[in-house]
């Protein structure tokens, strides 16, 4: 799974790839993504790719939140399509994560909480 990373300052973004995030991907996505999770405490993914997430996908996902609180850090979402949003408000995520509409809300958060 190759990641498009881009560096925003000292906020990294992360443009999820593909269609889906699910039981097929979910761990080749934690394996590739934990390096930039290592280097890196202020992380954004941009979700706007993404159509179709399971709970293998959002538990992927919320390790990712994990690992980085852990160390101090945190982790944004953003971009998400309706089908994405809608799951994560009917299993109650958007509790747990800061989702944002746009990329550059999300660094901004970062930049506000500074």
Known sequence: ???????????????LPG????ASNAAEFKQTIAPILEKHSKV????SQLRFVDSSGLGA??????????????????GMTKPVRALFELVR????????NTRDEAIGAFQLAA
Request: glycine share 6%; with cysteine; proline share 0%.
């Open 61 to 78: 996902i919320l390790s990712c939140l994990r690992q980085l609180n852990a160390r101090g850090g945190d982790l944004k979402l953003c």
């Open 1 to 15: 799974m190759e990641l498009n990373v881009e560096h925003m300052g000292d906020v990294t973004v992360v443009v």
């Open 93 to 100: 995520m958007h509790r747990i994560f800061d989702i944002y």
């Open 44 to 47: 954004v993914f941009d979700m």
């Open 19 to 22: 269609e889906s995030l699910d």
